[in-house]
């Protein structure tokens, strides 16, 4: 019987160089309509920021941006492609816009299929892609180790339990952060994730500003730097017609 395919998590190598991530764009605006005066909404938000769970700690993570903390700083409702939901967030972006923009969508075609009758229209919202610089000694990976069963299996669009596990060894294992191929699509995009803010080594920098919209069977993007529009469809992410849910 043929051994079941697994992760050398043991062939570490150095991994560097510039990572891309999409977020919800940042800005005060929430809470200044709901404010009446500079120093009311000064107020409510360090009130806000007591109430969250505690930043990681500075010596781990000396870059203190909320942009690159945020994911380490909250426990999930849901689990995601390398962890668990009890277990710590990571940080997980790509290579290349492409890859950013293809998870965006995914997710946002998720959150348009959750309720029982479709929103009456388009949803419209502006997100943030930036970039930030990664080093670290302690890398895998994992598109390098080439079972072919073993990247079926870190590729499946609908199980996450194998890479959950996989990432279970890799935390284990002392892995800072890892490249991976995409289960979005079968291109070779590549993401990568990140378990300690300790590998950052800038701020995020050359932010995009994205419009985004979005309707229960397509999502555009457009990136305001250079007016490019990018169209996902939900039929291209399905599998025998259904859209693959979030891990547990």
Not at 41 to 53: I, R
Not at 81 to 93: I, N, V
Request: aromatic content about 10%; charged content about 25%.
């Amino acid at each position: 019987m043929t051994a079941p395919a697994s992760v050398d998590v043991h062939a570490t190598e150095s991994l560097d160089g510039v990572v891309l991530r999409l977020v919800e764009q940042q800005g005060s605006q929430a809470t200044r309509r709901i404010t009446d005066s500079l120093t009311e909404q000064a107020w409510l938000e360090g009130f806000l920021e007591q109430s969250k769970p505690d930043l990681p700690d500075p010596q781990e993570c000396p870059l203190r941006h909320p942009l690159l903390l945020t994911p380490f700083r909250y426990r999930k409702r849901h689990g995601s492609r390398f962890a668990a939901r009890w277990e710590r967030g990571l940080f997980y972006g790509s290579r290349t816009r492409f890859g950013c923009l293809l998870e965006g969508a995914y997710y946002e075609l998720l959150f348009q299929s959750g309720p029982e009758q479709p929103f009456p229209r388009a949803a419209a919202m502006r997100k943030t892609l930036f970039h930030v610089q990664i080093d670290t000694p302690a890398g895998l990976n994992l598109p390098k180790q080439r079972s072919k069963d073993l990247q079926e299996r870190l590729r499946d669009p609908i199980n996450p339990q194998f890479c959950q596990e996989v990432g279970r060894q890799m935390r284990e294992a002392g892995i800072k952060a890892f490249e991976y191929h995409s289960a979005r699509c079968r291109e070779a995009v590549v993401h990568v994730g990140v378990f300690s803010c300790c590998v950052f080594r800038s701020t995020p920098f050359d932010q995009v500003e994205v419009q985004m919209e979005a309707t229960a069977d397509a999502v555009t993007f457009r990136c305001l730097d250079d007016n490019s529009i990018s169209h996902f469809s939900r039929e291209q992410f399905e599998v025998a017609g259904v859209l693959p849910q979030p891990a547990d």
